[in-house]
């Protein structure tokens, strides 16, 4: 099934040069079936990259897909074109009387900084206190799962020694988790952050669980009860060159900067990467759809329960 997205948005040329099966809004306005309304919460500076990756992985699923766009009104993106945003992105003014099946929030460059010193911190916690009132499953990713986890259950962020940035091998902890259904026993996943979150402190709130980890990039996913509330610390949705371009970016303000482990062939920054991760990207986002969003949400958006776990607090770290 298609994935329906704005007819002029910049990811329908390039899904469908991919082959990608996308229905732009003139054409379903013809479909009889209600598609899942996700919303997307863009934090990520390359916008456009970001939309278009999770447009991808979002149409390669069997489900009708409704996207909506949605950035910070409280900070102005110095990446992405204002006429891009005001033709494609909507504030949380404009959305928070409406319901969602679910909700992604990404991950954000800002992340060596205190929640609290984030310039939209306000009204990030402002939506995800939303989230659990009008949004039956959310999906946090990266930076936006740390600040999830932050929010809703007080778990902070640890600064690491440096930056972990690469495609590591991972696990599945919780073996009857429907979110990892039909998973390898071990599938790989790219990170690219400076902080993680402690193991120790995740197992010691009954609320959560850890359902899949790395020995190297430690705990990769944690879900909230039912799972209405999803945490990926990694990136499953990174295009095959994304980690490259970080990386070059990076070593133009450090000569200094680590290649990303286990991402070039024999660590040689001159050749082209070798993707390890697409299959159990697609998965993970598949099963999160199917298993969270489709299977579990009323038909009637506006019978969404409360979430009742994960007391918000904006207090300082």
Request: with cysteine.
């Amino acid at each position: 099934m298609p994935i329906k997205i704005p007819n002029e948005l910049p990811a329908v040329r390039v899904l469908e040069e991919e082959n990608i099966f996308v229905m732009t809004q003139t054409r379903a306005v013809s479909q009889d079936i209600r598609p899942l309304r996700i919303l997307v919460l863009n934090l990520m500076p390359t916008k456009v990259d970001t939309e278009t990756q999770l447009s991808r992985i979002l149409g390669n699923t069997p489900l009708q897909v409704e996207l909506e766009l949605m950035h910070t009104s409280t900070h102005i993106s110095k990446n992405t074109p204002e006429e891009h945003l005001l033709a494609f992105y909507k504030t949380f003014d404009e959305v928070k009387h409406l319901n969602y099946d679910g909700m992604i929030i990404t991950g954000a460059p800002v992340e060596k900084l205190r929640f609290e010193d984030v310039e939209y911190w306000a009204e990030l916690c402002e939506i995800m206190e939303w989230s659990k009132t009008h949004v039956y499953s959310t999906l946090h990713i990266c930076w936006g799962a740390q600040a999830g986890l932050y929010y809703h259950y007080g778990i902070k962020k640890h600064l690491l020694p440096a930056k972990l940035s690469g495609v590591f091998p991972h696990t599945v902890d919780y073996k009857r988790s429907i979110l990892f259904r039909g998973f390898d026993d071990v599938f790989y996943a790219p990170h690219s952050r400076y902080t993680t979150v402690s193991r120790q402190e995740v197992e010691q709130n009954p609320a959560l669980r850890i359902l899949a980890s790395s020995e190297e990039a430690g705990v990769y996913t944690v879900s909230a009860l039912h799972g209405r509330q999803i945490f990926v610390t990694g990136h499953a949705e990174y295009d095959p060159d994304t980690l490259r371009k970080e990386y070059l970016r990076d070593i133009a303000l450090n000569p200094d900067t680590p290649v990303p482990q286990n991402y070039f062939p024999k660590d040689d920054p001159t050749r082209e990467p070798v993707v390890l991760w697409r299959a159990a990207a697609n998965l993970l986002f598949t099963n999160w759809l199917n298993y969270f969003v489709y299977q579990s949400t009323p038909y009637d958006l506006m019978q969404i329960p409360s979430v009742l776990h994960g007391a918000g607090t904006c207090e300082a770290e």
